[in-house]
């Protein structure tokens, strides 16, 4: 069992521009089995976030930016070699948002914005999750309701 937090959501739509809010559909087996926003949590009876897939979408857009780059994604703990990458337009960088997370828990990174490595907007901080491997069940009040009881 895992429990996602939607964690952040930092993708502009160009240098200085405005905030894009993004949208994940969350799949296991091509099934949907929760649609997120900032904020959302849930819990999945999966033994990793590798048994799920992800589609990702802008809502309420309006601004010029109209499609994502192909999604790269990171899956990081505490204790893995971090890549050297510094948080774009002032944000924190990877390692700062890690030093907060416990044992059982990974961040979850995905660039939208481009495939550019090389680019300062490269940052792996558009969608941002918390992968809670050991969640306390008690506290979780939703579970996605593909596997109801």
């Known amino acids: 069992m895992i429990e996602l937090l939607y964690f952040a959501s930092q993708i502009q739509c160009g240098i200085g521009g405005e905030f894009l809010n993004i949208r994940v559909d969350?799949?296991?087996n091509q099934e949907?089995?929760?649609?997120m926003t900032v904020e959302d949590r849930v819990l999945l009876p999966v033994d990793s976030i590798d048994d799920l897939t992800f589609e990702y979408?802008?809502?309420?857009?309006?601004?010029?930016?109209?499609?994502?780059?192909?999604?790269t994604e990171?899956?990081?703990?505490?204790?893995?070699?971090?890549?050297n990458i510094p948080g774009f337009d002032n944000q924190n960088s990877i390692s700062r948002i890690l030093d907060g997370l416990n044992e059982y828990q990974e961040l979850f990174l995905v660039e939208?914005?481009?495939t550019d490595t090389g680019s300062s907007?490269?940052?792996?901080q558009d969608f941002m999750?918390?992968?809670d491997n050991n969640p306390n069940v008690d506290e979780i009040s939703e579970v996605s309701s593909l596997f109801a009881d």
């Open 26 to 28: 969350v799949y296991q």
């Open 32 to 35: 949907l089995v929760k649609t």
């Open 57 to 71: 979408s802008i809502i309420n857009n309006n601004t010029e930016c109209t499609s994502l780059a192909n999604p």
């Open 74 to 83: 990171l899956v990081l703990s505490p204790d893995d070699a971090l890549p």
């Open 112 to 114: 939208l914005g481009t």
């Open 121 to 124: 907007a490269y940052d792996l």
């Open 129 to 131: 999750v918390i992968v």
